[in-house]
């Protein structure tokens, strides 16, 4: 069994508050935001950096084969504003996809402005039109702030924690405990 296919091309727009946010699957020319975009997303959240051509390769991978993940951009005006990516677990419980939000990001100077929630809208209804039985997505427990955001658009804590065994640690300061530990 594959993972879902692209959903339609049409971009989809919402106007939470100015400016207008403008959601679509990306593209090989988002590249060099999508990689500003995950320099800052694990800035923020891991308190590392990434090899730049390692995560130039995964995204270039991800966007040629979409078995592997979906990345989506938000733009304002034309510009790249925002992203994320879904990737696909497979539940027997539900006998269906359930698509898991990865890598979101917003740029700082669009946050609070809608640009998440339009992201988030295009890939709940690609999921439903794909036949998706849920949307899942992970959020540090130290991040409240995200999981207010995601709370008020109808997500709700599921109860499970993630645990993970990384074979390849990021960068410089690989893991949780050696971020958690310079705090």
């Not at 995964?58 to 034309?78: H, M, N, S, T």
């Not at 925002?82 to 990737?87: D, S």
């Not at 006998?95 to 609070?112: E, F, K």
């Not at 992970?138 to 599921?158: C, E, F, H, I, W």
């Amino acid at each position: 069994m594959t993972a879902p296919d692209r959903p339609d091309s049409q971009p989809h727009t919402a106007q939470q508050s100015p400016p207008m946010v403008c959601v679509r699957p990306a593209r090989p020319e988002d590249i060099p935001a999508m990689v500003r975009f995950n320099f800052g997303l694990v800035k923020e959240t891991e308190g590392a950096s990434l090899d730049p051509s390692v995560l130039q390769k995964g995204i270039e991978l991800a966007l040629a084969d979409p078995q592997k993940a979906r990345y989506f951009v938000a733009e304002c005006d034309g510009k790249p504003v925002g992203q994320t990516m879904i990737t696909y677990e497979w539940s027997d419980w539900r006998c269906g996809w359930v698509w898991w939000i990865q890598s979101v990001y917003v740029d700082p100077a669009y946050r609070q402005r809608g640009v998440f929630r339009a992201l988030y809208e295009y890939v709940r209804e690609a999921a439903r039109r794909e036949g998706a039985v849920g949307l899942r997505l992970y959020v540090r427990d130290d991040n409240p702030r995200a999981r207010t955001v995601y709370q008020r658009l109808g997500m709700k804590p599921s109860g499970y924690s993630v645990f993970e065994e990384m074979f390849v640690p990021l960068p410089e300061h690989g893991s949780h405990e050696a971020r958690d530990a310079r705090r």
